[in-house]
């Protein structure tokens, strides 16, 4: 399996500031997701990438940029945070050449408070 | 929206039974992946089935589609306290036609509660 640290792990933030999550994996995985978990929502993409300097947006990805400089690392920034974007956000890989031919592995996840 | 709908919201049942959770969506998929969620935790993939797989099987698992109907189900066999956790279903599509990207779109989850 390959190794995907979150980090922070919590992180309580003001509303106003920026707020960078970052996602690391320790092999050369091509696809990587950001995601977030809300109650009564499941869980719903930002922003993916399927190769360095290639990013996406996803269902919700407004007031969210991402940046993926070296294949390891998947940043997601949140520009000016908002009470909205309280949540916890899930990192995921595909370790599949391709997401058609298996499952996701997610991370640990990251409990942002925006107060 | 590609969604997933887990039914249903959630499942009380005894260790031993067996538990049924299902999944309906609405458009047509590359695959449906099932995933397990403990509470405080990430996602743990579960079992893949293909769109043009009906039923897999692993260990207590056993999934069922139905493309005709858009639907899923997830039967957990003999189901133990470790179970307990929320289940979600997930589709797979593709993005373009080339089928380089792809978005997987989760459900809002079965909570599955199995007591001692």
């Known amino acids: 399996d390959a190794g995907i640290t979150q980090s922070p792990r919590h992180k309580v933030t003001e509303t106003g500031t920026p707020v960078t999550l970052r996602c690391h994996q320790t092999?050369?995985?091509?696809?990587m997701y950001w995601y977030r978990q809300d109650p009564g929502h499941g869980l719903r993409l930002i922003h993916y990438?399927?190769?360095?300097?290639?990013?996406d947006k996803g269902e919700v990805s407004d007031g969210y940029s991402v940046s993926r400089s070296k294949t390891e690392d998947f940043l997601l920034t949140l520009e000016s945070a908002t009470s909205s974007q309280t949540s916890v956000y899930f990192c995921?890989?595909?370790?599949?050449?391709?997401?058609?031919?298996?499952?996701?592995?997610f991370g640990s996840g990251t409990r942002l408070t925006v107060v | 929206s590609q969604q997933g709908e887990e039914d249903p919201q959630a499942l009380s049942i005894q260790e031993g039974e067996n538990a049924t959770m299902n999944c309906s969506y609405k458009?047509?998929?590359?695959?449906l992946q099932w995933y397990r969620q403990n509470s405080g935790r990430g996602l743990v993939h579960l079992i893949l089935?293909?769109?043009?797989?009906r039923e897999k099987h692993s260990g207590r698992l056993r999934v069922t589609l139905d493309t005709s109907k858009k639907s899923s189900s997830l039967l957990i066999t003999a189901s133990r306290a470790a179970d307990t956790a929320s289940y979600f279903c997930?589709?797979?599509?593709?993005?373009?036609?080339?089928?380089?990207?792809?978005?997987?779109?989760f459900g809002k989850g079965t909570l599955l509660t199995v007591n001692p």
């Open positions: 995921a890989i595909s370790e599949s050449l391709s997401p058609r031919w298996g499952g996701y592995t």
């Open positions: 092999e050369n995985h091509r696809y």
């Open positions: 990438s399927y190769g360095v300097k290639d990013t």
């Open positions: 458009t047509s998929i590359n695959n």
């Open positions: 089935i293909r769109s043009n797989e």
């Open positions: 997930a589709t797979l599509y593709s993005l373009n036609s080339g089928g380089s990207n792809y978005k997987l779109t």
